[in-house]
């Protein structure tokens, strides 16, 4: 007997007969003598619709009744689903997060799980209920509800296997397992039967919408057996593991994402300390920079050029000239119309000659770069936004096509 946390995403529950197929996997998988932790997200675009809804009596409402209101939409997911189960004639309980006891940090919308209490659902599973827990919130040590962020119920559910050293933690969704390349762009993108836990961070947080980072990093640290599968389609997902067979020579896949800006500072003195200044200036309005790229100018002065997050771009201007007389620049050039494609390999590492190939694909395509940036297993390079699904088609093609 093993014990099992089964994920379903918000397109997994969206409606009644949606419920009712993820009841019948629950069912199965009970059924076989497992004992099963479910985790749900809220059902289709709830979440969303939440939002609205906040929005249309206070434009600015405060994250404590945002998380009292977002956190709704997971309860209603795992009721129905155990009236599902007890239609069944399946003994199941469901669960909020304040009732299993995942504790964590008060800071809402954005929380992060500090501990899990093992006493209700152990003893709930020794009864040989199927637990059903609501996914993306946690208790705060007020007693407070709060969120984990957006896409956050992956995260419960790593968490929860890890608790519970799980034998297996299926994060079922509306694909069928992890991609070479989003399928919307490339048709040709193939699946993977199996991707490292650095390869499947690297790709999430370069844009690949499969799994929330913070649940991939969660599953490194604690060694959780994971799986991505299909709610819809009964056949193999992609494994997320430690080490993998995959070649060496090739990548595990090209990643994008558009929603970055570009800002860069002209004119700065060429002193020691301007970009500590700066950077630090972000880091304290908590801006997250990605790539930096430094480049001497004229006359003793220099340009610094970094990519942040569209969202953060009126913020950062505005932080930078606020400081314009200590920073002492000429002036800002900013930019949201670029993109960032991105390969990813545990290769990688071993092999200078898979960047090159990269580049390749791109000169082919008549595609220009505007700027590179590498760790050790990914590669990213920023273009127009234009170009960026044209490149992560050629990319794709070069490193797929040939073997
Ligand atoms: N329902 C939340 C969201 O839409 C959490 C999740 O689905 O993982 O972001
Ligand atoms: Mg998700």
């Not at 501990?115 to 659902?121: H, P």
């Not at 007389?325 to 949201?336: P, R, T």
């Not at 234009?386 to 073997?403: L, Q, S």
Request: net charge negative.
């Amino acid at each position: 007997m093993s014990l099992i946390v089964q994920k379903f995403g918000g397109s997994s529950v969206k409606d009644a007969e949606r419920i009712k197929n993820v009841a019948r996997i629950i069912a199965e998988t009970y059924l076989k003598g497992n004992d099963v932790i479910v985790v749900l997200s809220a059902q289709g675009d709830t979440t969303d619709e939440l939002i609205e809804k906040a929005q249309e009596v206070n434009r600015s409402p405060s994250k404590r009744e945002m998380d009292m209101l977002l956190a709704t939409g997971e309860q209603i997911s795992v009721a129905l689903c155990a009236m599902a189960l007890e239609a069944m004639g399946l003994p199941c309980v469901s669960l909020a997060a304040w009732q299993v006891g995942i504790q964590s940090t008060g800071v809402h919308s954005d929380a992060r799980i500090k501990k899990i209490d093992s006493e209700r659902i152990r003893s709930e599973l020794d009864q040989h209920r199927i637990v059903l827990v609501t996914g993306f919130q946690g208790v705060d040590r007020i007693g407070d509800v709060t969120t984990l962020g957006r896409g956050g119920s992956d995260t419960s559910a790593v968490a929860l296997a890890a608790a519970f050293r799980a034998d297996l933690c299926q994060i079922f969704t509306d694909v069928d397992g992890v991609y070479t390349t989003d399928p919307r762009v490339v048709p040709e993108a193939r699946k993977l039967e199996e991707i490292t836990y650095d390869e499947m961070l690297e790709l999430a947080s370069q844009g690949a919408q499969v799994l929330h980072n913070r649940s991939v990093e969660l599953a490194k640290k604690f060694r959780v057996n994971l799986e991505v599968v299909s709610s819809l389609e009964r056949k193999p997902g992609t494994k997320v593991k430690e080490v993998t067979k995959v070649e060496k020579t090739n990548i595990a896949g090209v990643a994008k994402d558009t929603s970055i800006a570009r800002v860069a500072l002209i004119g700065l003195q060429h002193n020691p300390g301007v970009a500590f200044q700066v950077f630090d200036l972000l880091s304290k309005h908590n801006i997250n920079v990605d790539v930096i790229l430094q480049s001497i100018g004229r006359e003793d002065t220099k340009d610094i050029t970094f990519t942040i997050h569209k969202k953060d771009q009126d913020e950062t201007e505005q932080i930078l000239n606020d400081h314009k007389d200590v920073l002492k620049f000429d002036h800002i050039e900013a930019d949201d119309k670029i993109g960032k494609v991105s390969i990813v390999g545990a290769g990688l590492m071993s092999n200078c000659g898979v960047a090159a190939k990269m580049f390749e694909a791109l000169y082919e395509s008549g595609i220009n770069i505007q700027m590179i940036n590498t760790s050790e297993i990914r590669v990213s390079v920023l273009l127009d936004e234009d170009d960026v699904n044209k490149a992560v088609k050629a990319i794709h093609a070069k490193f797929f096509d040939e073997i």
